[in-house]
């Protein structure tokens, strides 16, 4: 066994700052009232961090990269039969983090443009017609219960794999370091302090634009009378 450096700080960043942040939106959402300013908060910080990690999948480290471990269907295949071999997402597991990344890019995006009819509008609810914000509105609450089967089993799978299988899933996220054996021994690469800049500032202009920076003002109010 040989102990390699799999995720790289900027990685496991993501990841604990997605669970917190997911979490947030999930609980503010059910307390509802005021609670729906940070509920917006959370909603753009997942904006910020899906942005993040889809460049971060393109200029990051070896295991970080999408080329590196999204599965095609000979890796599904070996898989299944117990013959893949490999460090990282195994191939099941890359296409829960696809699943995961897309539903809660949805999820947020669709959260842009949502209403509750009373007191909270979503940042871009002025870029679409009332219709169109109601028909997305539905979007975005039917999809709140597909993240929580989605969570629930990404979850028993980690406990599952940790637990069951023994190959912990969650230390590795934590440290960075894995121990392997075999071949299975390469250190990651790349990913380096121009990369994560360049990551950093296209969330940055992601949450900018997702915040209504690209809008126009909205109208002034009708000036008091005094009537």
Known sequence: MKSISLWDLPTRLFHWLLVLAVTGSLVTVSL?????????????????LISFRLVWGIVGST???FLQFVPGPSAISAYLKGEWQGVGHNPLGALSVLAMLGLLGFQAVTGLFASDAIA?????????????????TSWHKLTEWVIYGLIALH?????????????????????????????QNKERAGGGLV??????????????VASGGLLPPPPPPPPDLGW
């Open 32 to 48: 509802g009232g005021t609670w729906m300013l940070w509920h917006e908060r959370f909603g753009l910080t997942i904006v910020g």
């Open 63 to 65: 295991y970080a990269r």
């Open 120 to 136: 909270f509008n979503g940042p871009l609810y002025r870029a679409v017609s009332s219709e169109w914000s109601d028909t997305i």
């Open 155 to 183: 979850i028993a799978s980690v406990l599952f794999y940790t637990l069951v299988k023994k190959d912990n899933l969650i230390a590795p996220m934590v440290s960075g370091r894995k121990d392997v054996s075999g071949i």
């Open 195 to 208: 990369a994560f800049i360049f990551a950093v500032a296209v969330a940055a202009f992601a949450i900018w």
